[in-house]
C-alpha cells in the first residue's frame, strides 16, 4: 500500500483551510498523514487543524519553499505530495497519485493546475497559460531532462526531494528545484493530476503584473542569483 504525506504550508488561511482538508480526509488511508506547516498564524487556522487531527508544525516564516522543505523533513511516509491551501484538490487526487507511484522507477509525479474565477473570460485565460506552462514543462524534461514541476500540485519520492536539498528561499522555489535536480529519473507528468486553484493573487496584484514577476523570479534563477521569497504572499 502506497502511504502519502501531504505538506500544506499555511499562514492565517481560515477561509481555506477546513475545505481543504474536509477534502483530503475524505481520500485519506489510515496511514496517511497531513502535514500543515504554520507561519505563526493569528486566526483561527490552528483550531482548525486540530480539530481535524493534522500534524502542526510552526515554523518562522522564511518563504513557501523553506516551509514545504521542513514540512517534508517531518513527514513520515516514503512519498511526500504537496499543495496550496487555496488549491483544493479533485476527489481521487491521492487515488492517482497511488496509482503512480506503484511503478518504483517513478520518483515524481506534476499534476496541472486550473484556476478557479467568477469570469469565464480570465477562467480561459488562466487556464490557457496554465496549460502552456504545463505542456513547457513536459516539453523540457524530455529534452533537457529538466524536471520542473508546480508545488502547488506535486508530490515526489522524499529520498529523491532531499537529494537535491529540497525546495529553497527563493521565488518560483519550482524552477529553482528543477535546475538542481536536473537529470532526476523517473519524473512523470499527468494533466489528470488536477487541483482547483485561486485566481486571488490575480485579483490582488494583477494577472499580467503577477506572471511579470514570476519570469522575473525565473530569469533570476537561470542567472544562478534567486529572489528572496520572504516577503512572497499568496
Not at 125 to 141: C, L, P, R, T, W
Not at 170 to 190: H, I, N, T, W
Request: net charge neutral.
Amino acid at each position: 500500500m502506497t502511504e502519502i504525506s501531504v505538506v500544506i504550508p499555511t499562514l492565517n488561511e481560515e477561509k481555506n483551510i477546513e475545505t481543504m482538508l474536509a477534502i483530503l480526509k475524505k481520500q485519506m488511508y489510515p496511514h496517511d498523514e497531513i502535514i500543515v506547516v504554520d507561519g505563526h498564524s493569528t486566526d483561527r487556522t490552528i483550531e482548525i487543524c486540530e480539530k481535524y487531527g493534522v500534524k502542526i508544525c510552526p515554523m518562522d516564516r522564511q518563504g513557501i519553499g523553506p516551509a514545504k522543505t521542513y514540512g517534508a523533513e517531518n513527514a513520515t511516509k516514503d512519498i511526500v505530495a504537496f499543495l496550496d491551501c487555496d488549491g483544493f484538490p479533485d476527489p481521487y487526487w491521492m487515488a492517482k497519485l497511488r496509482m503512480i507511484f506503484i511503478d518504483k522507477d517513478t520518483n515524481a509525479v506534476a499534476g496541472l493546475g486550473l484556476y478557479e474565477s467568477k469570469s469565464k473570460l480570465m477562467s480561459i485565460i488562466y487556464n490557457i497559460f496554465a496549460g502552456s506552462v504545463f505542456k513547457i514543462a513536459e516539453f523540457f524534461y524530455w529534452t533537457e531532462r529538466i524536471p520542473w514541476m508546480p508545488v502547488n500540485n506535486c508530490a515526489l519520492r522524499k529520498e529523491a526531494l532531499f537529494k537535491y536539498k529540497g525546495f529553497g528561499p527563493v521565488q518560483c522555489e519550482d524552477l529553482d528545484f528543477s535546475m538542481r535536480a536536473k537529470g532526476l529519473p523517473g519524473m512523470k507528468y499527468d494533466r489528470f493530476l488536477r487541483v482547483w486553484l485561486s485566481d486571488r493573487r490575480f485579483i490582488k496584484d494583477g494577472f499580467v503584473k503577477t506572471v511579470l514577476l514570476w519570469i522575473r523570479s525565473d530569469l533570476s534563477i537561470l542567472d544562478g542569483e534567486g529572489m528572496d521569497s520572504a516577503g512572497y504572499r499568496k
